[in-house]
């Protein structure tokens, strides 16, 4: 069993950053593919980006690519995602989520394992 914990997120005025961390919990985490998605009101969940086990392989959905960064500190069993030049389209609720095997998934059924979520507030 995996747990993870997002922090980070908040109110932020547009063109500024926020770096969002989630922490997980578990021994394995240095084997996981871990994945951020997001959710505006009214909107389905959307993927974000996604890092690989080594944090070697990264991938961005095209809203985001060039503007958002993952990271990953196996040592300290946390995942990053550094936003910048944030828009107020970018305003959701952010999430974080495992996926127990060391290739990324863009999907949503392709995780195991998923945080509570924190919001990312972006005013115009």
């Known amino acids: 069993q995996v747990q993870l914990v997002e922090s980070g997120g908040g109110l932020v005025q547009a063109g500024g950053s926020l770096r969002l961390s989630c922490a997980a919990s578990g021994r394995t985490f240095g084997t996981y593919c871990m994945g951020w998605f997001r959710q505006a009101p009214g909107k389905e969940r959307e993927f974000v980006g996604a890092?690989?086990?080594?944090?070697?392989?990264?991938y961005y959905a095209d809203s985001v690519k060039g503007r958002f960064t993952i990271s990953k500190d196996n040592a300290k069993n946390t995942v990053y995602l550094q936003t910048g030049s944030l828009k107020f389209e970018d305003t959701a609720v952010y999430y974080c989520a495992a996926r127990a095997r060391v290739d990324i998934s863009t999907l949503e059924r392709g995780y195991d394992y998923w945080g509570q979520g924190t919001q990312v507030t972006v005013s115009s």
């Open positions: 890092i690989n086990w080594s944090g070697g392989v990264k």
